[in-house]
């Protein structure tokens, strides 16, 4: 399997590739939901420059060492969001699509859970997989080859509290 390294800075401009290609499609939105984990940060930077609010629905269907083993997903039991309601033109926002499965169960999950009618989602991501079964509305690059994706933020799945303060120890004295 081929992986793909991506750096802090790459991962930003990334994002702010992201943001540019929505505000060029001309596609107004008021509501951004982003899925947690992958998607926290990217809807994070979206939600602060279009000045919309962000929804969280957390889902995970990664499981084993390194977390590359795929299972089956799971839904947190409600969505969270600061406003009384949830938007009715929706920005679906998550860091890749990989298998698609994600994306493609949380749209049903989505309009069967609000009680307000949703016009329309839209699905945005940084990363594209060849391998996945739904194409996102808007994505950053296209991966062909379906590598496995090493974001900058993955080492803290490897370090606990003890290493970290371990380590700061360590710094301090050097």
Not at 6 to 11: A, I, K, P
Not at 83 to 108: A, C, N, Y
Not at 149 to 170: G, V
């Amino acid at each position: 399997m081929p992986y793909l390294y991506v750096s802090w800075s790459d991962y930003h401009q990334k994002i702010e590739q992201l943001a540019i290609q929505i505000y060029e499609s001309g596609w107004k939105f008021n509501q951004i939901i982003c899925l947690a984990r992958g998607g926290l940060r990217v809807g994070d930077i979206l939600s602060r420059i279009y000045q919309q609010p962000l929804a969280i629905l957390a889902t995970s269907s990664y499981r084993g060492p390194g977390k590359q083993d795929r299972s089956n997903l799971i839904f947190s039991r409600h969505l969270t969001m600061t406003t009384e309601k949830l938007g009715s033109r929706i920005l679906l926002v998550d860091d890749l699509v990989d298998s698609g499965v994600t994306l493609e169960q949380t749209i049903p999950w989505l309009k069967q859970y609000s009680d307000f009618p949703i016009e329309e989602i839209r699905t945005a991501v940084l990363w594209y997989k060849a391998c996945s079964v739904l194409k996102p509305n808007y994505y950053v690059d296209y991966l062909p080859d379906n590598p496995w994706i090493h974001q900058p933020f993955e080492h803290y799945e490897q370090m606990n509290p003890a290493e970290l303060a371990a380590k700061f120890r360590s710094a301090e004295y050097c």
